[in-house]
């Protein structure tokens, strides 16, 4: 049994055939700018498990906890970036600056930034408890939160640059949908 696919709009029509009037670099650009933010998510993810790796004095299972955290924020990152914003413009359903400005800085943040630093801190914390043979202190949280601070303090301006790089290339996505809407229309041919 094959999926039923909804008719394109009128927009979404003329939308696909400006696309393919733009300039091969616009092209790919639209094609392959969420790429760039899953690979800041995987290098921010690779940049805090070695932070939270030096600041708990975690020594085994490096290329495990490095394969995870590089990974899966690579491609749940990009899925996401590309479900909300080129996906979203394409389809005619993002229509203001702003909103896509926040939304993939929203998206490039929390889920590359945040998100990756949250799974290096649960990745060398697992190995943190797994290997460290010391006893917890009864307040666990505070215990986390008292080993995690320097770690966050130390990767701050990263989180600046995932936020700033997330802005600009949601920016220039926009940017790009306006000009496809400036084109003028294409000119039939005589016969």
Not at 42 to 70: A, Q
Not at 139 to 151: K, N
Request: a positive charge.
């Amino acid at each position: 049994m094959g999926s039923v696919r909804r008719p394109q709009s009128e927009f979404e029509k003329l939308l696909q055939l400006r696309f393919t009037q733009l300039p091969a670099l616009d092209q790919s650009y639209f094609q392959y700018g969420s790429l760039v933010i899953g690979l800041s998510a995987s290098t921010s993810g690779l940049l805090c498990n070695r932070v939270f790796r030096e600041l708990m004095k975690v020594r085994r299972g490096f290329l495990v906890s490095s394969l995870i955290v590089s990974t899966l924020p690579l491609f749940q990152t990009t899925a996401l970036y590309h479900m909300a914003i080129p996906k979203a413009i394409m389809a005619g359903k993002m229509k203001c600056s702003l909103c896509n400005t926040l939304r993939g800085t929203c998206i490039g943040t929390i889920v590359g930034g945040l998100g990756s630093a949250s799974l290096a801190a649960f990745m060398s914390t697992i190995y943190f408890l797994k290997y460290d043979k010391k006893p917890l202190p009864n307040d666990v949280f505070r215990f986390c939160i008292s080993l995690y601070r320097p770690a966050i303090i130390k990767l701050k301006y990263f989180f600046l640059f995932q936020a700033v790089l997330s802005m600009a290339i949601s920016a220039h996505y926009y940017a790009l949908y306006e000009k496809m809407l400036m084109m003028p229309p294409e000119e039939e041919e005589p016969k």
